[in-house]
Structure formats: C-alpha cells, structure tokens
C-alpha cells in the first residue's frame, strides 16, 4: 500500500513525465522517462482491447517498481476499474482463496508466468484463477508446459508482447479456448514489420515517439499483421558457423526437462561458440538423453553443470549475460 500511494503521488503531481526502470534481462537495468499522456493512452487502448467496463474488478499483484504494475494503476484509473490490490508474491492469490465464500470474481490481471505457474499448483488457487475473466500474462515467454494447462481455462488468457519503452505490450496474442493462436496481433495504432536482419520494428506513435526497432527476431503471417517470436538476437549462439537460438533451444527442452534450466553459451576454441546446459536437477545424465534424443545434433549442449539456482532478473526472467557469465566460471572450474 505505501508503494501504491508512493506511485499515486507521482501520478498527481505538477511533472509530465515519471521515471521507469527497464527490467535488465539482458543488460544492464536502465531508467527512462515517459510521458503520463503516451501511458494514459496505452492503457486505454488496452482496456478497450479486452473490453473492459467501468466497475470491473482488477487485481494488482505486480511490483510498482517497473512499468507492468505502474500500468495496471493507471489502467484502472484511466477506465474507471476496481482496483484489488496484493503484495506482490509469488502466489498472489493466496490470500483471495482464504476468502473463497466471497465474491472475489477477478475480471482482469496481469501476472508473470511464474505467479501463474505458482498458482496452478494449489487447487483453491487454480479455482480463482479460472475465474478471471481476463488474464494477460507478460515479462517473459509463456513456455509450452504451462500454456498446454491454460488451454482450456474458461476465460480469456492471453501472452503479451512488449517492452518498458512501449509502455506495457502492444500486442497479445489468446492461448485459451478456441481462438488459441501462435501469433500475436498488433493492438489499434501499432504496425509492424521486420528489419533486415529480421528483428522486429515497431511504429505505436500514441505511445513512442519514434519507431522501436527491437532486438526479438520474429516472423510475420503471409499478410504481414501478425508476428511470432523466435528469440533474442542477442541470444544467438554462433557455433562452427551455425546459428543457434538459445529460445528455441529451451522451448525444445521445456515440456521434458525436470527442473528450472538455462541453455546459454560458452567460448569453444575449435567452434569459436558451444551450447551449454545449466539446470539444477543433479541427474545430468537424464538430461543429456533428452537433449540428445529431441535436438538437432548441432544444438545439442557440449556442457552440462548443476548449479544451485538459474540467474535471474527481479522479474523472473533469465538473467542471460549472468547465465553466460555462470556458465563460463564453471567450465574454468573442471580446467
């Protein structure tokens, strides 16, 4: 609550702008300043998106540290909604379930994929979270494991793309019910198109000043109004003159391996690059037979190392030059 109002007293007063930090997932964490005006129009285009009404119950679970729970605020005060808000955790709907002979009906949220994950996992909570009417679910790809239990959810779930300098997503894409897709669809005013490189370029002028060219690599549909996500440019892996992303690696891996998992890069002095597993599960051998048996010989890891814990950002992404660097130390260690 003191953080809420901490961030309400910004938004009130005399300044157009406030100050966000990026998420630093593969980088170092920056702050930016953003025009109030350009947040209050992505969280209208959001709300009439998801038709949200006037009176809608929204849950605010994230940290106002960072852009995802700044703009929920600013959503439910933009479009009139019914702001419930929880300390940010890593089951935010922990205390709502005590209260399950409540009405406590969530018509709209957003969550990382490790509060959904985390969610799943107990059976009260996984009652309120079918509930919600609207679920978008962002900060970090929604793996294959995960989104194969929210396939049939009743209501709608969605992945979201975008960034801090988009202010939030500007494009979702539905991974409940029959409209399910693996492609994301621009919101109103966004267009997109792909660089030469093929990473996405993004034009949201209600929203950035500028065209954001983006270093996600990513494919159109045949018309072009659509995009998937290959990974990050920077998370290609250039192993004996083959290219190699870490993301599809992993979405490979994902609904196999056991336990958390990173695949990342070491220095190789034949192939300049090499593929390398870093995992917490002890049985190393378990998850080289899967690698083996599902991937491409060329991505197959050349190392594996346990390590305690998979580096990550304080919103739950791969950290991935901390992964990198991880990597790196544990190869010197068997030198």
């Not at 890069?265 to 048996?293: F, Q, Y």
């Not at 390590?307 to 791969?318: D, E, H, M, R």
Request: aromatic letters at 6%; a positive charge; glycine letters at 6%.
């Amino acid at each position: 609550m003191k953080n809420l109002n901490r961030f309400l007293r910004q938004w009130y007063d005399s300044s157009e702008r406030l100050l966000v930090h990026t998420s630093g997932s593969t980088g170092t964490p920056k702050d930016i300043w953003v025009e109030k005006a350009k947040m209050r129009a992505s969280a209208l285009r959001t709300c009439q998106f998801l038709g949200l009404k006037p009176r809608d119950r929204a849950l605010l679970c994230l940290p106002l540290d960072y852009i995802a729970g700044k703009m929920m605020v600013v959503r439910a005060m933009v479009c009139h909604l019914q702001l419930i808000s929880v300390p940010p955790s890593s089951r935010p709907l922990e205390k709502l379930a005590v209260k399950s002979g409540e009405n406590v009906a969530i018509d709209f949220t957003a969550m990382v994929p490790m509060q959904v994950y985390a969610s799943l996992q107990d059976p009260a909570q996984k009652e309120l979270l079918k509930k919600i009417r609207h679920l978008i679910i962002g900060g970090s790809g929604v793996d294959t494991a995960l989104e194969s239990q929210l396939r049939n959810f009743p209501g709608a779930v969605w992945s979201t793309y975008g960034m801090t300098e988009t202010l939030s997503h500007i494009a979702m894409r539905r991974i409940s019910g029959e409209k399910a897709s693996s492609w994301y669809k621009p919101l109103d005013n966004v267009n997109i198109a792909l660089t030469s490189e093929h990473c996405l370029r993004i034009e949201a002028p209600d929203v950035a000043d500028s065209p954001i060219v983006t270093n996600d690599i990513a494919e159109l549909d045949s018309d072009g109004r659509r995009f998937r996500i290959l990974g990050r440019k920077d998370n290609v892996i250039c192993s004996g003159a083959i290219k190699i992303q870490i993301e599809e690696v992993e979405k490979r891996l994902s609904p196999v391996v056991q336990g958390d998992f990173a695949i990342t890069k070491c220095p190789h002095p034949v192939l300049g690059e090499c593929v390398v597993m870093l995992t917490i599960s002890s049985n190393l051998d378990e998850a080289k037979t899967w690698c083996e048996r599902l991937l491409p010989r060329y991505w197959i890891p050349k190392y594996y190392f346990q390590v305690s814990a998979i580096p990550l950002t304080p919103t739950g992404k791969i950290a991935r030059k901390d992964a990198a660097d991880l990597a790196l130390r544990e190869m010197m260690k068997g030198k």
